[in-house]
C-alpha cells in the first residue's frame, strides 16, 4: 500500500492561499486521484467556503475543524481546490469520529452540557428542554443565572465546538406568516453559524392553528381525535420542514412515534428523522397488561380502564368516553400486533427504530441520518446496542445518533466491576511508599 497525500502532488499553492493550503498538505488521497491529477493539474488551493469555515470558526494554525469533511474538486483552470463539507462523523483535521454510530445529548442545561461535549456531535432541545427543564427549574438554573432562551443556546453555542450540530425547535410551529418562522430561524443562524444549526420541526398531526390553545386551556385535552384531521393540517409539518429545506436549511423532523409516519417524513427531505422509545414502551406495556387482564378474567373493568388509559393518552377524547368495549379491546389488540410486542422484533420496544433504519436504508437520501431518543430504564440503551452489533444493521451504524438526556448516557460508563477493580487499584496504590 503506497501512502499519498496532497502535498505529493508537487503543486504550487494558489497565489494569496498558501496559509490555508498549509492546513491540508497532509491529506490522504488514493493512488488513482494522484495519477489523475499529477497530468492534469497545476495548482493547489482551497474553496471560497473552505475560507468561510476557517474565518468562522476561528481555527488555530494548521488545523480544519471538527464537523467537516475534506473533498477534493477541480477547477476547469487545472485548479485542484479542497473543500470543507459538514460532515459531523469527522473530528478535526478530517479524522473520522471513534464509531460510526454518533451520540447527542438532549439538553438545555449548560452545567450538565459542558462534561459531555467534547464526546457528541449533535445536541438538541425543544421548547420543553429549555423552559422546563431548565429555565424555570431552580434545581437546574442555579440562581435563575439564566432568563431567556437566547441566553441560553448562546452560552450553550459557546461550550459546543464547531463539530457540533445543535438542533432547536421552533416556538411555534403554527404560525400562518413564514416569514417570521425565517426571522427565528436566522436568528439562531446568526448564534450557531449555518454550519451547526438544524432545524427542529415537528410532525403536527391533529392540531391546528385554530384547535392549538385547547392545549393551554382547561383540561388541556384537544376535543379531535389523533386521526381525524384534514389534509392540509395534518401535512403541514411536512410542508414546513420542506419549504425550510429548499431555503438552504437542514431539518430535524421530530416527533416521529409510529413507523408508520417514515415515508412520508421523508418526503420532505428531512436531515434527520426521530425514533421515540419511552412513552411508546410503556404504553405498549400498559395496554397489553389491560388486555391480558381481560383475556384471562372477562372481567370488562380491565376494558373500562384501558378505555380511560386510551383517552388520558390522547388515543381517544373525551367524546369517546362511551366507546364500545369490543372496539376498545380490538384497538388494543390491533397496537399490541402492529409494534411487535410479543415477538422478537418488538417485544423490546425497538420495532419502530428496526423498521425506520430499514427505510432509512432503501430511501436515496443519502445524508439523513436516524436519531433515536427518549429512553430510559435499565434496558433501552442496552438493547439499542445490541442491536446495532446485529448483522442486518452494521452497515447502518453510520446513520444512527443516540440522543438522551447526559446523565443517562453516563450511567451506561459504569458497572459494579469498576468499584471492585477501583477499591482493589487505590488499596494497592495507597499502601506504595
Known sequence: MINVNLSSLGLPAVRGEEAFVERVKDM?????????????????????????VITTFDTPEGETPAGFRRELTLDSDQVVRVDLV???????????????????????????????????SNLTCNPGIIYDLFINNPKANVGKKYET??????????????????????????????????EEV???????????????????????????????????????????VGTGNALRGHNLALKL?????????????????????????????NTFLRHRL???????????QYEAS?????????????????????????MPLSEVLKFGRDLIKYRHFEDAQGSDGLDGMRHNLRVLKNSNLEDTRLIVCSMEGPYNYPDI???????????????????????YLARFTSTNQVISYQRRFMNAANGQK
Open 298 to 322: 372477562k372481567d370488562t373493568k380491565a376494558l373500562e380502564s384501558l378505555r380511560d388509559y386510551f383517552i388520558a393518552n390522547d388515543y381517544y377524547t373525551e367524546a369517546d368516553k362511551d
Open 28 to 52: 490522504p488521497i488514493c493512488i488513482n486521484d494522484y495519477k489523475d491529477l499529477s497530468a492534469i493539474a497545476r495548482f493547489v488551493g482551497v474553496t471560497d467556503q473552505f475560507k468561510d
Open 385 to 407: 446496542d445490541k442491536l446495532l452489533a446485529e448483522p442486518e444493521f452494521i452497515e447502518m451504524n453510520k446513520k444512527v445518533v443516540i440522543t438522551a438526556e447526559p446523565n
Open 86 to 120: 459538514r460532515d459531523i462523523s469527522y473530528d478535526k483535521n478530517g479524522i473520522l469520529r471513534p464509531t460510526s454510530v454518533l451520540f447527542s445529548a438532549d439538553s438545555a442545561n449548560p452545567y450538565e452540557v459542558e462534561p459531555i461535549s467534547p464526546l457528541i
Open 149 to 182: 432562551r437566547d441566553e441560553v443556546m448562546g452560552e450553550i453555542s459557546r461550550i459546543l465546538g464547531p463539530g457540533c450540530d445543535i438542533s432547536v425547535e421552533l416556538n411555534n410551529p403554527f404560525e400562518e406568516d413564514f416569514s417570521k418562522i425565517l
Open 245 to 273: 429545506q429548499q431555503k438552504g436549511y437542514r431539518v430535524n423532523f421530530t416527533l416521529m412515534f409510529e413507523p408508520f409516519q417514515t415515508l412520508m417524513a421523508l418526503q420532505a427531505r428531512p436531515y434527520f428523522i
Open 186 to 228: 436566522q436568528k439562531f443562524e446568526e448564534m450557531f453559524s449555518k454550519y451547526r444549526l438544524v432545524v427542529k420541526v415537528p410532525h403536527t398531526g391533529a392540531v391546528t392553528p385554530e384547535n392549538v390553545g385547547q392545549l393551554l386551556t382547561g383540561n388541556k385535552k384537544l376535543d379531535a381525535r389523533y386521526d381525524t
Open 282 to 292: 410503556v404504553q405498549s406495556t400498559n395496554i397489553q397488561k389491560f388486555v391480558k
